[in-house]
């Protein structure tokens, strides 16, 4: 019966124990050796004799021996008296030393070696945040009467224009990946009214950038039945507060990774984007809000409502896709935000078209033809309620908490314009 | 404020009530019009003056009135001296009467329309029921130490074999989309140990038969330190006992597509390969069970142990992907199985190599050069413990659940040979 080093704490002194996992560290001093085992739960010591033989790092090791009090060891308890047992060959050495407490290494070998560096501690801790973040997002919306759905990646057409789009040999025809699941999302409210997926998009981005990848995950979210945006927003907050629950339910990584956890207000402050142009003293034709002005508008919010986050609203209709519902009696602006989270834009939401004349009207005007939508349209054409929705970039998120430089650093295997391996 | 339908049965009699939804039914009497509201909860009954002017079926509305005891109304409560304000206009004839108690549609018309035809309370619930099985079998999963994980679906070398593997034009050269997560849930065990994953999956499946999609939705468990393939078995019976109890959490559901859950028993039976290949009187060196022998065996252990599923094991290895790791003592066999439901594949799963040496005499016995497969087995030379998994395909679970004879039927938007749209 197999013990887990966190485990290890509770047990009867003098019991016997079975550990396993990888062999962490060994340190051999003069009249003793360490063997640092590391597993899915953390760390245990366990105590050989001097000179005694053991395998190098990250070889799999199964340990038995006596639990014995030490307050020196991890969890106050050690195994002493132990036989260590391979499970395989002796393994090879590490591109860099995972005990140590920082991987001190460059990105390309984080990136050129993550199926092994992804062990050290710290670095495994980053991922645990973002999957205790998924489980926030999904169980918050489970309890809010949200369907979970799944909507097809490989699609005929170009979500949005056909810019950044991958293309498949799909049967010796085109088809392309699907760079949002927005137009299946927003059908399917016809169908449940409330739906979120978790799943992958795809941006074929020819830019090498800190904040983009070619392949990540995005959490979406659309709802029916709402007033107009702002109903959208709301739920937003209360995914995001959901999702900060449960990333501080993992305390020991939360520790380890630094993440610095925000507190998300009863209600998110909201700016319009005229305001917050003339804000940051940008000229009031400026179509988009650049890197430094959401910074100052970052500032700005924790300043003024000592909020990390801030919701921009009403973007010009201009820079917005087709399908945006404009601001009642101004459409030069739209019924559109971004969330921006400490200073960087995290997600983008708003209000759709929900008439059928409308969305031809809206694809004409850009000088399309609404036949080409004629699947998509459908759900509009036999009844769609006011809806809206949202979508978080997960890795910028983890990115945000833990502060890391480069969305690269918590993406399990990042896909960009140099990179598809490992 | 807005009641749910669900919630008008509640509301004391004589409240003023507002309801939002689809209009489901007109039905025009001599002294009286009834309009049936649709709503994600379920369905409710308004009462309108004979000759009211009612939106036709599909049109969204909002509806005022007054809560009235009616015991002939869903719930006993009905709304009368109702308001009816259009939320767009009026919604155009739907492909199919959605008010009637069966979606009486050929498959073709089913899929072409699928926005608007899976709004039938009957369709929907079959949907319900895929995305229960997704929470359940997560959360049993989250309370057995496994972490969820997302691993990438461009890839570099295609899983398995080149075969029925999709190519994408990445930035000028050629990537593959993953056929499974395999690779990556492998490497991924030697940092979490236990992980899982819910993602699509994408096979170039040449053939149009009822069992197979271009995109499916793959539910991945991976796990290490395992003593062989029926450790595996068992978290897979746990999973899978999860997901039959989060289905039954929806009653409503459930009774709405007729669906006929299993029970899950404590231990899933086994039979060898060989000896399966007895039962069913093939002969001793058939390499594989064919649908028929499938059946045979689903009604053996149905017969035999009063089970819906039955797990084969010791498939040849001459059929199994090169990680399959071989039965012990006998390397004719592997320590793989499929677990059929009723007589039908559901997943497979099994053992994995895990020394690297394996690896390597592996690849190169199928006449391939290991240095193909680098960053994968990176992870083995720096130590792994033996593991293995499985795969369960979720549209055919449901298929099975509710007895649909195509796969199709399950399947929000398909995507096969032929269907790329909606």
């Given at each position: 019966?197999?013990?887990?080093?966190?485990?290890?704490s509770?047990?009867?002194?003098?019991?016997?124990?079975t550990?396993e996992?990888?062999v962490h560290?060994?340190?051999?001093?003069?009249?003793?050796?360490f063997l640092?085992?590391?597993?899915?739960?953390?760390?245990?010591?366990?105590v050989?004799?001097?000179?005694?033989?053991?395998p190098?790092?990250?070889?799999?090791?199964?340990?038995?021996g006596?639990?014995?009090?030490n307050?020196q060891?991890?969890?106050?308890?050690?195994l002493?008296?132990?036989?260590?047992?391979?499970?395989?060959?002796p393994?090879?050495t590490?591109p860099?030393?995972?005990?140590?407490?920082?991987l001190?290494v460059?990105l390309?070998?984080?990136?050129d070696?993550?199926?092994?560096?992804?062990?050290?501690?710290?670095?495994?801790?980053?991922?645990?945040?973002?999957?205790?973040?998924l489980?926030?997002?999904?169980s918050?919306?489970?309890?809010?009467?949200f369907?979970?759905v799944?909507?097809?990646?490989?699609v005929?057409?170009?979500?949005?224009s056909?810019?950044?789009?991958?293309?498949?040999?799909?049967?010796?025809?085109?088809?392309?990946?699907?760079?949002?699941?927005?137009f299946?999302?927003q059908?399917l409210?016809?169908?449940?009214?409330?739906?979120?997926?978790v799943?992958?998009?795809?941006?074929?981005?020819?830019?090498?950038?800190?904040?983009?990848?070619?392949e990540y995950?995005s959490?979406?979210?659309e709802?029916?039945?709402?007033?107009?945006?702002?109903?959208?927003?709301?739920?937003l907050?209360?995914?995001?507060?959901?999702?900060?629950?449960?990333?501080?339910?993992?305390?020991?990584a939360?520790?380890?990774?630094?993440a610095r956890?925000?507190?998300?207000?009863?209600?998110?402050?909201?700016?319009?984007f005229?305001d917050?142009?003339?804000?940051?003293?940008?000229?009031?034709?400026?179509?988009d809000?650049?890197?430094?002005?959401?910074?100052?508008?970052?500032?700005?919010?924790?300043?003024?409502?000592?909020?990390?986050?801030?919701?921009?609203?009403?973007?010009?209709?201009?820079?917005?896709?087709?399908?945006?519902?404009p601001?009642?009696?101004?459409?030069?602006?739209s019924?559109?935000?971004?969330?921006?989270?400490?200073?960087?834009?995290?997600?983008t939401?708003g209000q759709?078209?929900?008439?059928a004349p409308?969305?031809?009207?809206?694809?004409r005007?850009?000088?399309?033809?609404?036949?080409?939508?004629?699947?998509?349209l459908?759900?509009?054409?036999?009844?769609?309620?006011?809806?809206?929705?949202?979508?978080?970039?997960?890795?910028?998120?983890?990115?945000r908490?833990?502060?890391?430089?480069?969305v690269?650093?918590?993406?399990?295997?990042p896909?960009?314009?140099?990179?598809?391996?490992?």
């Open positions: 019966m197999r013990t887990l080093c966190h485990d290890l509770a047990s009867t002194p003098g019991a016997e124990v550990l996992g990888w560290r060994r340190r051999e001093l003069a009249r003793i050796t640092v085992l590391r597993d899915r739960s953390g760390l245990a010591q366990v050989l004799p001097a000179g005694a033989d053991v190098p790092e990250e070889t799999t090791v199964r340990v038995s006596t639990a014995t009090a307050a060891a991890p969890g106050g308890v050690e002493t008296d132990a036989v260590v047992e391979l499970l395989t060959e393994a090879a590490p860099a030393e995972l005990w140590r407490p920082r001190d460059s390309p070998t984080l990136l070696h993550a199926p092994v560096l992804w062990r050290h501690p710290a670095q495994r801790a980053r991922w645990q945040l973002a999957a205790a973040s489980r926030g997002f999904r918050t919306l489970d309890e809010m009467g369907t979970e799944a909507t097809p990646k490989l005929e057409t170009a979500t949005e056909g810019a950044n789009v991958f293309t498949v040999d799909y049967f010796g025809r085109p088809a392309y990946l699907a760079q949002s699941p927005q299946h999302k059908q409210v016809g169908v449940f009214e409330r739906v979120y997926e799943g992958p998009v795809f941006r074929a981005e020819p830019h090498d950038t800190v904040r983009h990848l070619a995950r959490l979406d979210v709802l029916g039945f709402i007033e107009d945006h702002r109903d959208v927003l709301a739920v907050r209360d995914v995001l507060a959901g999702m900060v629950a449960a990333v501080a339910s993992r305390p020991e939360v520790e380890r990774t630094g956890l925000p507190v998300v207000p009863e209600q998110i402050p909201v700016i319009h005229a917050a142009l003339a804000l940051v003293g940008a000229p009031a034709d400026e179509p809000l650049a890197p430094e002005h959401e910074r100052a508008l970052g500032e700005w919010a924790l300043a003024e409502h000592g909020s990390d986050f801030l919701a921009v609203e009403g973007y010009p209709m201009a820079k917005r896709p087709f399908y945006t519902h601001q009642p009696g101004d459409a030069r602006w019924n559109s935000f971004d969330l921006l989270f400490r200073g960087l834009e995290l997600v939401g759709r078209l929900h008439r409308d969305y031809d009207a809206a694809i005007a850009r000088g399309e033809d609404p036949a080409a939508y004629d699947s998509y459908q759900a509009f054409r036999h009844g769609m309620p006011p809806h809206g929705g949202f979508a978080i970039g997960l890795e910028r998120w983890v990115a908490l833990v502060e890391a430089a480069n690269r650093e918590v993406t399990l295997f896909r960009d314009l140099h990179r598809l391996a490992p």
